[in-house]
């Protein structure tokens, strides 16, 4: 509680009392369909989309998580941050199937592309991984942040959050969720980046910071000798995680699907693809300053994960401890925010609706707000199994993403190319894919009883496991579809790039201008240079 003054105090309750008026204005707006509801009305511009997939995407198990990977093992985790380029995917090769389509979920689009079974599975799949990944470690991590900060027990900071988060979630929707992202994502940005600009200075500057870093930490590629990040499993794994998470994830993909229409879509996604740069420097960097702080003797950092709340303890004036606070807080409940309500989303629209398909839209929402608190319960109940498959929270999150995503990747990129794939292969990569990945993390959390194959298995580096998964995945999925049946025209119609129609080509093609493109590649051309710069050929 010593931590902050008064003015710190002033500017958290200044933010609250703003999230608080954004969430009362949300809750006013009509909500009597699910398509209000769970979409806000399909009405959403281009900036608060491409604000709510940054605020979504950027929570507390960033801001805690990157300065502590960075801080014991360097900027190799920067691969993932630079992942603008899949979120350009997104927009300009997923967005138009996905706004034609006029689903509400993914799970419901691919029920579209394949069949009701592969929907009822990749329903229940997404919420067992958001339990696993976002909720616990989200919760995990705002826990860390607000005891380190407030000196408050770590449990009383997660229950409280949980339940401040839920209570505007709830009740407002999508609208709450969207609009108040919006705010959290600015936030967010200008405390880390002044912590990231004062951590600077207190060095000596940029090449002050280069210079104090050991090159190996500078490296993004790291030899293949590396046991846990060698430069051809985190050059090839990373994608196949991207674009399972930026281009088929409901919780991501669902900020496109509440936009008015593809334009604004797209747009989001080059908004939210400028701010996805940010966190390579605002989070990642901020592990490199507290290292070298540390060793100069001018900072005490316990360890890894506690890098970034140090710096704030530590560097910080008063006022922007306080700004720095409201963008943890932010992070914590923007992503909160985000997974409630993507969850509630697939379980009322994915699996209720499919039950009882009478049901009235009133009732949905009604569903909808019930569902959040089952997921709350069972991600907090996850926490403490956590800590037995990795030390450090980011690549917790990472490894468990790596052994989901392979499957659904390869189902959707397949199933969007290829129209010869079928029902059969896409279940039987969904199914044999998601199979292996649950058997990796039963047996890593076992892996001291283990010898032999089973050993191996539960212990190859988990970057190889994914790529090996992802290969196995696409070889089922294509042998079988080539053994079984072909799928009808009509059931393919508009929903591979082979059987789109020349109007909504046309209609796709009239949505964006020159103005889009460029910016686009732009983005492309700065991810190449900090590639090259964090290389054997640079600075690393």
Known sequence: MELFETIDWVVIAVYFLIIAGISVWAMRKKKDSAQDYFLA????????????????????????????????????????????WIVLLLGWVFVPFY?????????????????????WFLSVVSLLSYILTKVSVTVYAGAVVIATFLGFDFWTSALVLVVLTGIYTIIGGMYAVAYTESLQAIVLLLGSIALTVIGLSELGGWDAMIAATPKEKLNMFPPLS????????????????????????????QRCLSARNETEARRGTIFAAYLKLFPFFIFLIPGLIATALAASGKLQLSEADQAFPTLVKTLLPNGLRGLIAGGL???????L?????????????????KIKP????????????????????????????????SGVLYQYLQSVQSYLAPPIAAVFLLGLFYKRINSKGALSALIGGFGIGAAR?????????????????????????CIVLFIICVIVIVAVSLLTEKPSEEQLNGLTYATTMAEDQAASRASWTTIDVVLSLIIFIFIVGVFVYFSPLGVG
């Not at 430069?231 to 930026?246: K, M, N, T």
């Not at 932010?330 to 992503?335: F, I, P, T, Y």
């Not at 925010?337 to 609706?353: E, G, H, P, Q, R």
């Open 41 to 84: 009305g399909r009405n959403i511009g281009w900036f608060v989309v491409g604000a709510s997939i940054f605020a979504s995407n950027v929570g507390s198990e960033h801001v805690v998580g990157l300065s502590g990977t960075a801080a014991s093992s360097g900027l190799v985790l920067g691969h993932y941050e630079l992942h603008s």
């Open 99 to 119: 706004m034609r389509s006029k689903v509400f979920t993914m799970p419901e689009f691919l029920e579209r592309r394949f069949n009701s079974t592969a929907r």
């Open 226 to 253: 590396d046991p846990n990040y060698p430069w051809a499993g985190i050059l090839f794994a990373s994608p196949i995680v991207g674009i399972w998470y930026w281009c088929t994830d409901q919780y991501i993909v």
């Open 329 to 335: 807080l932010a992070a914590l409940m923007s992503s």
């Open 337 to 353: 925010a985000s997974v409630f309500n993507s969850c509630s989303t697939l379980f009322t629209m994915d699996i209720y609706k």
């Open 358 to 389: 009478e049901t009235t839209e009133k009732n949905l929402v009604l569903v909808g707000r019930i569902a959040t608190g089952g997921v709350v319960i069972l991600g907090i109940l996850w926490i403490p199994v956590m800590s037995g498959i």
């Open 441 to 465: 993390i039963f047996l890593e959390l076992n892996k001291n009883s283990l010898s032999g194959f089973l050993y191996d298995f539960a212990t190859l580096n988990f970057l190889y496991f």
